[in-house]
C-alpha cells in the first residue's frame, strides 16, 4: 500500500506536511510563487510589519555544518504587499497560505489583524511572538503576562482561527505557564515551535571575529544547533495544549528530522535553514524521505505515528 503523507486540520487539506518556515523563501512575491510551485504542501510569508522595513546590517546571515545564524532585523515589504499576495493567491491549488505578522507593537499587530479580517481571505494569520532579532525589542513570548494580554487583545478584534509562532522553552515550569496562557485563547488553534534560539554567537577561528553584524555578531541559530530543542517544545506543547494543533520547525533537514516532529506530535513541519541552503527542492527530496521511512516501518498515514514518541 503506497504511504499518504496528506493530512487535514482546520479544515485546510494538505497533500504534504512540509512548508517553508517563515523568513525563508518568503520576502519577494517570486520567492513565494516558487514555494507554491514546488513540492511544499502551503506556504507562510516573512513577518510583516506596518512599513516596510530594510532590515539589519549585512551580513546579518551565515551558515555553518551544523546550522545557520541570523539577525535579519524583520525586512520585509510591509503588510499591503503581503495582503495583495493574499488577496491573489489561488485558493484552489490546495496549498494552504499562512500570513506571518510581528508589528512592533501590539497595536500595529491589532491594526493589520483587524485589516486582514475586514478582508475575508482563507488565509491564516500566524502571529509572530518570537522575533530575537530587533535591537531593543524582548521577545514577547518570553513575558507570559504580557503574551495573556496580546492574545486577549488579538482575539477581541479577530474572532477568527489563528496562530502564533513560539521562541523556544528551556524550563518546565515556562512549558507549563506558557501552555495555561495559550489555552485560555479559545481562537487560538495552532503554535509553532519553533523560533530560532535567540542571540547565539558563532565566531570563526581565522578571523577571530563574529560572523554577522547586527548586535555585535548575536542572532537566532536554526539548523541541526536546535534540533532537540525544537522536538522537545513541540513535544511538550502536544501534551499541554487542549485542541490546538502544534506545527514543528527547527532542524529538519532530511526525512528523518520530519518523521521526528511529527512522533513529538507536529501536525505540520516547516523547512528554514534546510531551505535556505537548499532552495526548494529541498521539499521534495524530504518527502520522498520521509515515505521511505513510512514504508520501511510500515506506516500508511501520519496518523499512524503522530504524537506517538515512546519514553522510558
Ligand atoms: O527577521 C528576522 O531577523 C527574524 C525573525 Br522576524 C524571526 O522571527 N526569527 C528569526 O530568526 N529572524
Known amino acids: 500500500m503506497a504511504v499518504d503523507l496528506s493530512l487535514s486540520w482546520l479544515g485546510l487539506e494538505m497533500e504534504s506536511p512540509l512548508y517553508n518556515a517563515s523568513g525563508v523563501m518568503c520576502r519577494l512575491r517570486e520567492e513565494l510563487d516558487a514555494v ?22 549585512e551580513p546579518r546571515y551565515f551558515s555553518t555544518p551544523m546550522g545557520s545564524i541570523n539577525s535579519m532585523g524583520l525586512p520585509n515589504q510591509g503588510y499591503p504587499y503581503y495582503f495583495q499576495y493574499a488577496a491573489e493567491y489561488d485558493y484552489s491549488t490546495g496549498k494552504p497560505l499562512f500570513v506571518s505578522l510581528s508589528g512592533m507593537s501590539l497595536q500595529d499587530n ?6 486582514l479580517d475586514d478582508l475575508q481571505l482563507p488565509c491564516l494569520p500566524e502571529v509572530n511572538l518570537s522575533c530575537p532579532n530587533v535591537p531593543g525589542k524582548p521577545q514577547l513570548g518570553y513575558d507570559f503576562a504580557a503574551t495573556a494580554a496580546a492574545l486577549c487583545a ?6 477568527r482561527p489563528f496562530g502564533v509562532k513560539l ?10 505557564q506558557m501552555a495555561e496562557v495559550l489555552n485560555a485563547c479559545e481562537n487560538l488553534r495552532f503554535v ?23 548586535k555585535g555578531g548575536l542572532g537566532g541559530l536554526g539548523g541541526a544547533y536546535v534540533l532537540p530543542t525544537a522536538l522537545a517544545n513541540v513535544r511538550e506543547f502536544s501534551r499541554l495544549l487542549d485542541h490546538k494543533y502544534v506545527i514543528g520547525c527547527g532542524g529538519i533537514d532530511s526525512g528523518a528530522e520530519a518523521f521526528m516532529h511529527i512522533l513529538c506530535g507536529a501536525t505540520a513541519v516547516q523547512i528554514g535553514t ?19 521511512i513510512m514504508e520501511a516501518k510500515g506506516y500508511h498515514a501520519l496518523t499512524d505515528f503522530r504524537g506517538k514518541l515512546k519514553t522510558l
Do not use: W
Not at 529541498?282 to 520522498?288: E, K, L, N, W
Open 110 to 115: 491589532l491594526t493589520m489583524l483587524q485589516a
Open 167 to 176: 521562541p523556544p522553552y528551556f524550563d518546565v515550569a515556562h512549558f507549563t
Open 154 to 159: 488579538i482575539s477581541r478584534v479577530y474572532a
Open 36 to 57: 507554491a510551485a514546488s513540492a511544499a504542501g502551503a506556504l507562510i510569508t516573512k513577518s510583516c510589519t506596518l512599513e516596510a522595513r530594510e532590515g539589519n546590517p
Open 274 to 292: 534546510c531551505l535556505h541552503e537548499e532552495g526548494v527542492g529541498a521539499f521534495s527530496r524530504i518527502q520522498s524521505e520521509l515515505s521511505d
Open 192 to 214: 509553532t515551535c519553533i523560533n530560532s534560539i535567540g542571540n547565539g554567537l558563532v565566531v570563526d577561528m581565522d578571523s577571530e571575529s563574529a560572523v554577522i553584524k547586527p
